[in-house]
């Protein structure tokens, strides 16, 4: 089953507390994002990555990190975490050809900062 | 940047016809998609208008404009389960970045 698989999909911690959310996908696309999802915001793009070791900038990256390694992972990492980034969290993919217009987005990570 | 308008809210009666609104004010994209999530879950792809014109999908279809800066998503023959939150979206650089709208959040009621 084409999936994205995100870790963890509930989080409380507390302020500066280093975390990672985790994002697998298993369609062997080439393109993958995170969002954050905010109530009156709609979805946010955080950060994108169209290939192994090639990541941009989305609208929001202020205190967020990622990395991509393997084409499959593309983890979101919070140095130090603050209330602000309380929000909800969805990791995408999609192709990059013709059918690239369709993403694929995980079942999301909600996060609390305290 | 991209700036995609949506209303916050409508409300349609079960078996009726609704109409979702979307205005942007952009430069240039690559197309215009439309999402639909329901409460809790993840946002599922419902449609993409690369080429202005109306799209058809079963009961949903989904109209572009680029000339006017305007699209819609059109549900017919209502269901509850319809009952969502709907978002527009647009990628631009290739695709690469994507701006979603405020999204609109459909109720069907009987």
């Known amino acids: 089953e084409a999936q994205v698989t995100q870790n963890p999909r509930y989080l409380i911690t507390v302020t500066g507390k280093k975390l990672t959310v985790t994002c697998s996908q298993n369609?062997?696309?080439?393109?993958m994002s995170w969002y954050r999802q905010d109530p009156g915001l709609g979805l946010r793009q955080i950060y994108y990555s169209m290939n192994v070791e090639v990541t941009d900038k989305g609208d929001v990256p202020e205190g967020y990190k990622v990395s991509r390694k393997e084409k499959r992972n593309f983890p979101l990492i919070l140095e130090s975490p603050s209330p602000n980034q309380t929000s909800l969290y969805f990791c995408?993919?999609?192709?990059?050809?013709?059918?690239?217009?369709?993403?694929?987005f995980g079942e999301g990570s909600w996060l609390t900062v305290v | 940047g991209q700036s995609l308008e949506q209303p916050s809210e409508v409300t349609a009666v079960e078996g009726a016809i609704v109409q979702i609104n979307c205005t942007y004010q952009t430069s240039g994209f690559y197309g215009l998609s439309w999402y639909q999530q329901h409460d809790g879950g993840a946002p599922t792809f419902l449609s993409y208008?690369?080429?202005?014109g109306l799209e058809e999908k079963g009961r949903f279809s989904s109209f572009l404009s680029r000339s006017k800066g305007y699209s819609y998503l059109l549900l017919k023959e209502l269901q509850m389960k319809d009952s969502a939150s709907y978002f527009c979206a647009v990628g631009s650089g290739g695709y690469q970045k994507v701006t979603f709208g405020t999204g609109t959040k459909l109720q069907v009621i009987p």
């Open positions: 995408a993919s999609r192709d990059t050809g013709f059918s690239g217009n369709t993403i694929y």
């Open positions: 369609m062997n696309h080439e393109y």
């Open positions: 208008n690369g080429l202005d």
